[in-house]
């Protein structure tokens, strides 16, 4: 099903919101312990659990106002009940620390068995965005590839050696920044190989 077109501001706001809501919501209770039940639990904790609602009301608004989640959408709901739900039940942040690893290398992974089979998966996912020659979708598929498991490396460099709120900032500025700066550099494949308007 093709996906409904809706307000552009509407829909950033369902994407990005909730990352912002989590950011917000740890600076504010980062510092403070709370007695639930007579478990001590951590701000950050507290502000994951709240998060996993919230995104994944999100996530339903999207489907039901575009009619269509991408496949990174719905994994990515999925791994933050799994990974979020671990943190919050055995109240360790680790677990929630892991998810963006999993997520780029799920994703990775299956961008590289698609590259294997001669095929590019992120054409099937992006293709009306940016429509590129098969060779051009093939280039910027490995690079998307590289790109995912560089990230999936660096997010277990910084929560490991890292303090927890600097995996904050991490998560919610530093990835987000990386993915724009990649395609923001990939101008001249762009140009070489994107399709004149009688080739679409």
């Known amino acids: 099903m093709a996906e409904k077109p809706i307000n552009p501001f509407l829909k950033s706001s369902l994407e ?4 912002l809501v989590f950011f ?17 639990y951590e701000g ?8 996993i609602p919230l995104m994944l009301a999100c996530t339903a608004a999207l489907w039901k106002l ?25 109240n360790d942040e680790r677990f929630f620390k892991m998810k963006p690893t999993l997520i780029y290398l799920l994703f990775g992974t299956a961008l590289g068995i698609g590259l294997l089979r001669g095929e590019s998966y992120l054409r ?3 293709e009306g965005l940016m429509p590129l020659r098969e060779e ?8 998307v590839t590289a ?8 997010n277990e460099v910084i929560w490991r050696t890292m303090s927890t709120e600097m995996w904050v900032y991490f998560k919610t500025f530093g990835l987000t920044a990386a993915i724009f700066l ?13 399709l004149e308007p009688d080739e679409k």
Do not use: C, N
Not at 136 to 143: A, E, N, Y
């Open 124 to 126: 099937k996912v992006m």
């Open 16 to 19: 990005i919101g909730p990352i």
């Open 182 to 194: 990649f395609f923001m550099t990939q101008g001249t494949l762009f140009k070489r190989y994107g």
């Open 147 to 154: 790109l995912f498991f560089g990230l999936a490396l660096l």
């Open 24 to 40: 917000a919501a740890y600076l504010l209770l980062k510092d403070r312990v709370f007695t639930i039940a007579g478990t001590e």
């Open 136 to 143: 051009g979708w093939m280039i910027l598929t490995k690079r």
């Open 66 to 90: 575009t009619g269509h989640l991408s496949p990174m959408q719905i994994v990515t709901a999925v791994l933050i009940v799994v990974f979020g739900g671990l943190s919050v039940w055995l």
């Open 44 to 51: 950050f904790i507290l502000v994951t659990a709240g998060f």
